[in-house]
């Protein structure tokens, strides 16, 4: 194996410890996390982690030559902001969730990383969601027949969010904070879509902060959709994927984010994020006899370390990029497009 990847973080709150720091620091063969920045050192809750520097000045991160990747988990607005920053230092450049605001932004943040020739990829963690995971399995086992049509639900029930709010941002926009995870799944594995049709609504009131989506996505003989609420009591399936021979139902979402929020790491939890058989999801399908089935089907192991595996395979081996150039610019396309019933 060759080196370790040496990674920074701007950003010192609950992105980069709960959804990052666990996950790269469980690859210690593979990353060393060497420094992380917040404008002003003072405590957050969350342990420091041992070994690691805490910085309150960013030019001393960015002039760092061992450093390989910089890490963004600052709020959406400063994503394009810092992003720019690392890539103009020449430091290849992770982004969380949403990539930018804007199709413009984005655009800008692929043209500086081809000319300073480093990389810049938005985190997207949740293709390696287990039901996610557990929905492709399912596909590609041909027991369901030809898909036609697939649900994806990511639901809450947090009035208070949007209550509190009482003028519209963009940058909180359930749109650009949420759809971009299921978005991104659509996009990774379904490929770009012949059309998209988006009815996105502020529940509240006009002005009010976005707090609903419902995004068709339209293929050759498939639709996908991908709708999300703060206002769901009682939650959607997570995935509803149906047929011409059968169906499958999987209510739970993936269990990685409920562990972490108890600190449930992976770190030397061989349970993490594991479905129990009591969250499996269930398959109903007619075989080819015409024999009527129902079966529970053992969840995929979701694990959002592979991340960061694909992203050491792409700067130490020179392997494509996880999250494409071109993935990124459709979701940022898409969400732009969909969002300007909010402006």
């Not at 690691?52 to 390989?68: G, P």
């Not at 994927?241 to 499958?248: A, D, H, L």
Request: charged residues 30%; glycine residues 6%.
């Amino acid at each position: 194996m060759s080196r370790k990847l040496v990674i920074a973080h701007i950003g010192n709150g609950k992105s980069t410890n709960r959804y990052h720091l666990p996950f790269s620091l469980n690859r210690p063969e593979k990353i060393k996390i060497k420094a992380i920045y917040q404008r002003t050192l003072r405590p957050t809750g969350w342990d420091k982690i041992p070994g690691v520097e805490y910085t309150d000045d960013l030019e001393k991160i960015l002039r760092d030559d061992e450093i390989d990747v910089v890490v963004v988990n600052t709020p959406s607005q400063g994503h394009y902001s810092m992003a720019k920053k690392v890539l103009e230092a020449g430091k290849h450049c992770v982004v969380e969730k949403p990539f930018s605001t804007s199709v413009a932004d984005a655009a800008d943040l692929f043209r500086l990383a081809k000319e300073k020739n480093v990389t810049v990829q938005c985190y997207q963690n949740r293709r390696f969601d287990s039901d996610f995971l557990t929905a492709q399995k399912v596909i590609e086992s041909g027991k369901i027949g030809k898909i036609f049509e697939v649900s994806m639900h990511y639901d809450y029930y947090r009035a208070e969010i949007p209550e509190s709010s009482t003028t519209y941002n963009r940058d909180n926009a359930f749109l650009y904070t949420h759809a971009c995870h299921t978005v991104d799944q659509v996009l990774s594995y379904f490929g770009k879509p012949n059309e998209v049709r988006s009815d996105v609504r502020q529940l509240l009131g006009k002005g009010r902060m976005n707090d609903y989506f419902d995004l068709d996505f339209f293929y050759d003989g498939l639709k996908v959709s991908v709708q999300s609420s703060y206002f769901r009591a009682k939650i959607r399936p997570s995935f509803e994927v149906y047929g011409t021979r059968g169906t499958f139902i999987k209510v739970e979402q993936d269990r990685q984010e409920a562990d972490l929020k108890k600190f449930y790491l992976p770190a030397g939890h061989e349970d993490f994020g594991i479905d129990l058989p009591e969250n499996y999801g269930t398959i109903f399908y007619y075989d080819s006899e015409g024999n009527y089935h129902e079966e529970k089907v053992k969840s995929e192991r979701g694990d959002y370390a592979r991340f960061y595996d694909a992203l050491y395979e792409t700067i130490t081996n020179g392997a494509p990029q996880l999250v494409t150039e071109e993935q990124t610019m459709e979701q940022m396309k898409i969400l732009e497009n969909a969002g300007k019933v909010l402006e």
